[in-house]
């Protein structure tokens, strides 16, 4: 079962930055498309991000060009660089497998707000 811990969250002003890391467990990590998700308040969760082995990246739209997915394969790691942050990203943010494997991880609370 795959085992993840993110970090990184907290409370920022519109406008500024975050950079969320997600420590992941298993051999599998330098293989697999790894994503982070996020769920708003009332929302379904939502992939936001996503990035292949290759280092290769996608966004939803919402996002692109403010986030950057990025990860370590020898720290089976990955990183979310968030700028230019607005108050509609305020959501618990998780990663995870890309399609999702298993159970999910306690996630890290983003809030933006003035």
């Known amino acids: 079962q795959v085992q993840v811990v993110e970090s990184g969250g907290g409370l920022v002003q519109p406008g500024e930055s975050l950079r969320l890391s997600c420590a992941a467990s298993?051999?599998?990590?330098?293989?697999?498309?790894m994503g982070w998700y996020r769920q708003a308040p009332g929302k379904q969760r939502e992939l936001v991000a996503r990035?292949?082995?290759?280092?290769?990246?996608n966004y939803a739209d919402s996002v692109k060009g403010r986030f950057t997915i990025s990860r370590d394969n020898g720290k089976n790691t990955v990183y979310l660089q968030m700028n230019s942050l607005k108050a509609e990203d305020t959501a618990v943010y998780y990663c995870?497998?890309?399609?999702?494997?298993?159970?999910w991880g306690q996630g890290t609370q983003v809030t933006v707000s003035s």
């Open positions: 990035i292949t082995s290759g280092g290769t990246a």
């Open positions: 298993g051999s599998i990590f330098r293989f697999a498309v």
């Open positions: 995870n497998y890309v399609p999702p494997v298993g159970g």
